[in-house]
Nanobody, 121 residues
Framework: VQLVESGGGVVQAGGSLRLSCTASGFTSVDYTIGWFRQVPGQTREPLVCISRSGRTRYYSDSVNDRFSIARDNAKNMVYLQMNNLKLEDTAVYYC???????????????WGQGTQVTVSS
């Protein structure tokens, strides 16, 4: 089982980034996959996930009107489109899997190594 995040980088406030999560070693279509972020020294913050059927669920009011999630089951990919980025979005972003949509936010499944997003002023 492997989840690999990519697409992070440095972006100015107000800019956009698209993160990608590549799933391998399992049938990704059988899982809810989503994104969370973590700032060193702080707790993990679930952001948004997408179910096998494409249902989305947001867990953070700070991103639900700026970030969107999509998945391409044929490519085993999940994307996080981040728009109007703010300084406080700076964090390491991870994708994580869970079989049950309703349990995803607990982050008890596997996740990748993360990708750094830095928003500069």
């Amino acid at each position: 089982v492997q989840l690999v995040e990519s697409g992070g980088g440095v972006v100015q406030a107000g800019g956009s980034l698209r993160l990608s999560c590549t799933a391998s070693g399992f049938t990704s279509v059988d899982y809810t996959i989503g994104w969370f972020r973590q700032v060193p020294g702080q707790t993990r913050e679930p952001l948004v996930c997408i179910s096998r059927s494409g249902r989305t669920r947001y867990y953070s009011d700070s991103v639900n009107d700026r970030f969107s999630i999509a998945r391409d089951n044929a490519k085993n990919m999940v994307y996080l489109q981040m728009n109007n980025l703010k300084l406080e979005d700076t964090a390491v972003y991870y994708c994580a899997r869970e079989r049950d949509l309703n349990s995803w936010y607990r982050l008890l499944g596997e996740w990748g190594q993360g990708t750094q997003v830095t928003v500069s002023s």
